[in-house]
């Protein structure tokens, strides 16, 4: 266990996502900062509801695009791995410390079948929809690992899917969500322009 500073949230980042944010609270400025100088990172956990999810991902921060005069910044996080809290308390400057566990895969062979039928459901979807990803995207899709957390960025999951999916404990649970439910979004969606907007409702970058 150890201890880590968590940014409550309404997204949820994947780990080897990249996600943009725009830093104004005076806390997370201080925090932001801080990590910064220290080349260390920060927990993003989903807040619903005034709860806040009990696991999360760990990210660094990959760039800063911009500072503001007035302080404020905006950055880009790539997401590193999963925790599970066990204790909150918190930091004279504001914020909140956890202590967390990490929260790992089960040990399981990938099912290569899985994964070619997700690109499958994926990839019609996609021309379904008339939508055009960069090629980047399709780059980076093929040398990952996890396929499933990369597709899921583009997937255009609701919040509480997100998490939802993110608490899987294996690549083939995520794999079999994700399959699913383009099977279901084809049944339910007609018009390429409500597939479209279903792919591109996520912040994430390629």
């Not at 099912?111 to 039928?117: A, Q």
């Given at each position: 266990m150890h201890s880590i500073p968590i940014f409550p949230l309404n997204l949820v980042v994947f780990p080897g996502s990249k996600y943009p944010l725009h830093i104004f609270e005076e806390r997370y400025k201080i925090l932001i900062q801080k990590c910064l100088q220290e080349n260390t990172g920060f927990g993003i956990v989903a807040a619903f509801d005034k709860k806040i999810s009990d696991m999360g991902v760990y990210v660094l921060i990959d760039s800063v695009l911009k500072y503001y005069d007035n302080g404020e910044s905006d950055i880009v996080v790539t997401g590193i791995e999963r925790f599970l809290i066990t204790d909150i308390y918190p930091h004279p400057d504001g914020y909140n410390i956890a202590t967390v566990e990490k929260y790992d895969d089960d040990s399981?062979?990938?099912?290569?079948?899985?994964?070619?039928?997700?690109?499958?459901?994926?990839?019609?979807?996609?021309?379904?929809?008339?939508?055009?990803?960069?090629?980047?995207?399709?780059?980076?899709?093929?040398?990952?690992?996890?396929?499933?957390?990369?597709?899921?960025?583009?997937?255009?999951?609701?919040?509480?899917?997100?998490?939802?999916?993110?608490?899987?404990?294996?690549?083939?649970?995520?794999?079999t969500y994700l399959i699913n439910y383009f099977l279901s979004i084809k049944e339910k969606v007609s018009t390429a322009e409500n597939l479209k907007r279903i792919i591109m409702n996520n912040g994430y970058l390629n």
């Open positions: 399981i062979s990938i099912d290569d079948n899985l994964i070619s039928t997700l690109q499958v459901e994926f990839e019609e979807i996609v021309e379904l929809a008339n939508y055009k990803l960069e090629d980047s995207f399709w780059n980076n899709l093929n040398n990952t690992k996890f396929k499933s957390y990369k597709i899921a960025e583009k997937s255009g999951l609701s919040y509480e899917q997100q998490q939802e999916f993110l608490i899987l404990k294996n690549e083939n649970e995520r794999l």
